[in-house]
């Protein structure tokens, strides 16, 4: 099935942008989601279909696609901002949506 | 408002069983695709299974054969019938509703969660 790729952690001062990678295969070819899972809590969607932004979430949080990498990109990061992160996608070849890993951030 | 309630979770032997339910309000769980997706302690997200508007159900393959996912139209609740359950299915699971818009679908909603424990 489909694998996506993300980095386990980024690190980031407060004020300053984060970027989120999401690899896989020609990945630019398929729609990405992003979820937001703060501690203890369920996931949320902050970007859906590659860049749109759902109401409530900040125009901070936006998204790319390309090639073999997605980004999420969080400009000026809060302390609020710290949690993990999550793309998916879906498989075509399987017939169901595929997470990546996550990856945590943290804000110094 | 839109609110999913998960409930059923709980200490369970391998090889036993246990049913999961997800109460939805706000929404007809009937006309959406609703999900199972699970997050092992520490670890990430893991898409277990669908039924679509028109009722057909789909399966991880880690749990094909042994789970299965239904609905209840008149309680507006979506259930999640776990068998044979193995220390690997130790996870909290979450309801989730999806929308679909081909050639993609993503997960709009998603319930606050309930731990299933499989342990001796």
């Known amino acids: 099935s489909y694998v996506l790729t993300q980095p386990p952690s980024v690190s980031v001062a407060p004020g300053k942008t984060a970027r989120i990678s999401c690899g896989g295969n020609?990945?630019?070819?398929?729609?990405v989601h992003w979820y937001q899972q703060r501690p203890g809590q369920a996931p949320v969607v902050v970007i859906y279909y590659d860049s749109d932004r759902p109401s409530g979430i900040p125009e901070r949080f936006s998204g790319s696609n390309s090639g073999n990498t997605a980004t999420l990109t969080i400009s000026r990061v809060e302390a609020g901002d710290e949690a993990d992160y999550y793309c998916q996608v879906w498989d075509s070849s399987s017939d169901h949506p595929v997470f990546g890993g996550g990856t945590k951030l943290t804000v110094l | 408002e839109v609110q999913l309630v998960e409930t059923g979770g709980g200490l369970i032997q391998p090889g036993g069983s246990l049913r999961l339910s997800c109460a939805a309000s706000?929404?007809?769980?009937?006309?959406?695709?609703m999900n199972w997706v699970r997050q092992a302690p520490g670890k990430g997200l893991e898409w277990v299974s669908v039924?679509?508007?028109?009722?057909?159900?789909y399966y991880a393959d880690s749990v094909k054969g042994r789970f299965t996912i239904s609905r209840d139209n008149s309680k507006n609740t979506l259930y999640l019938q776990m068998n044979n359950l193995r220390a690997e299915d130790t996870a909290v699971y979450y309801c989730a509703r999806s929308r679909w818009l081909p050639p993609s679908y993503y997960f709009d909603y998603w319930g606050q969660g309930t731990l299933v424990t499989v342990s001796s």
């Open positions: 039924i679509y508007s028109g009722g057909s159900t």
């Open positions: 706000g929404f007809t769980v009937s006309n959406n695709y």
């Open positions: 020609n990945i630019g070819s398929k729609s």
